[in-house]
């Protein structure tokens, strides 16, 4: 029987609306509320001295999602809805996104808002509200959670040709840990703005065994093989987030101007290799689904086994075992032990 994942949590940046208030405008004084109760050109503030939050959720039936146990705001257990995507200009005329979030308690009250920006907000700044989304939020949310390689990445075929992620095709075949040769089913492309949690990070070569660069989204996850456990993880098979192993030289965050992704989709969650290095592929769940073409979404149906029950169930690594500068180059003598 094939065994259920373990649902990996994902946790983003968000300040409270309460921390966020109308400095001008119709809504003066109130703190940042639903789509419906706001009004384009009221300019916000984020309060002195207010660091972001780390908000960490899971997703859950439908079109939900969960706030995970392991969070520093909401209550574990409770249902959070993503009510709008937010439009803001800066003083200087840049525009920036961001989404609102709505916790709701186990009667459906609301408990608690939250604003998850897509680049940095800075304290004492006004920013216009310039434009109120209510359909393409879900979209722009699997962005944030969709796992991706950015162009110039070597992705290793089945026929050991290293090629670039710009130059795939959907029908391309490429080596599978797990599964030998999978044809990819979509490539997906986006350009963001690499800012803060939102940038990618940067892996440099040899760090794990690399031969060149590899530069990932945050959330990436590596599959690292341990001849000998390092970190104390109990088993020899381990997935880790890319921005757990960050150390400010040999794995770095990198940040300022735009990156572009690319996602990879295969008919079933996969472990491919992007520059030498083992690391996942798309995973389709509530977060991510949004991102898909509708005929390829429609295609998949309602349940998809190869994206929910995963030879993988249970490797993710608990951050704290990675809390010290040498977590990468423990893994790396782990991997070659």
């Known amino acids: 029987m094939a065994r259920s994942r373990p649902v990996s949590a994902q946790s983003v940046p968000v300040f409270r609306a309460s921390d966020v208030r109308a400095t001008y405008g119709a809504n003066m004084g109130d703190a940042l509320s639903f789509a419906a109760e706001l009004i384009l050109d009221d300019v916000y503030e984020l309060a002195r001295e207010t660091a972001p939050l780390r908000l960490s959720l899971v997703p859950s039936a439908g079109s939900r999602f969960t706030v995970a146990e392991d969070t520093d705001a909401g209550t574990p257990g409770s249902a959070l809805h993503l009510d709008s995507a937010l439009m803001f200009m800066s003083p200087d005329g840049q525009t ?13 009250a609301v408990a608690e808002i939250f604003l998850l920006p897509m680049a940095q907000l800075l304290p004492r700044t006004g920013y216009r509200l310039v434009g109120i989304d ?11 959670g969709c796992v991706s390689f950015t162009r110039g990445t070597h992705i290793t075929l089945a026929s050991g040709e290293q090629r670039l992620i710009e130059d795939l095709v959907v029908g391309d075949r490429v080596l599978t840990r797990d599964d030998g ?11 963001v703005r690499a800012v ?45 987030k890319a921005r757990h192993l960050v150390n400010g030289y040999t794995v770095t965050l990198q940040d300022g101007g735009f990156v572009d992704y690319f996602q990879l989709l295969f008919d079933s969650h996969q472990i491919i290799y992007a520059e030498g290095i083992a ?8 977060r991510t689904r949004a991102i898909l073409p509708d005929a390829i979404s429609e295609a998949l149906g309602d349940v998809i086994p190869g994206h929910s029950d995963l030879p993988h169930a249970g490797l993710d690594v608990n951050e704290k075992l990675l809390r010290r500068p040498d977590a990468a180059e423990l893994l790396r003598k782990a991997s070659t032990r």
Not at 134 to 144: D, I, L, M, P, S
Not at 181 to 191: C, E, K, L, M, Y
Not at 279 to 286: G, S
């Open 96 to 108: 920036q996104e961001a989404l609102l979030l709505v916790e709701v308690d186990a009667a459906g």
């Open 134 to 144: 209510t359909e393409t939020q879900r979209r722009k949310f699997a962005q944030v």
């Open 181 to 191: 040769v999978q044809a990819v089913r979509w490539i997906g492309q986006s350009t």
């Open 196 to 240: 803060g949690d939102f940038a990618p990070i940067r892996i440099a070569a040899g760090t794990l065994n690399n031969a060149n660069d590899l530069i990932v989204s945050p959330d990436h996850r590596l599959f690292i093989y341990q001849r000998r456990d390092e970190v104390g993880a109990g088993r020899s098979e381990l997935l880790v």
């Open 279 to 286: 690391a996942e592929t798309m995973l389709i769940d509530t």
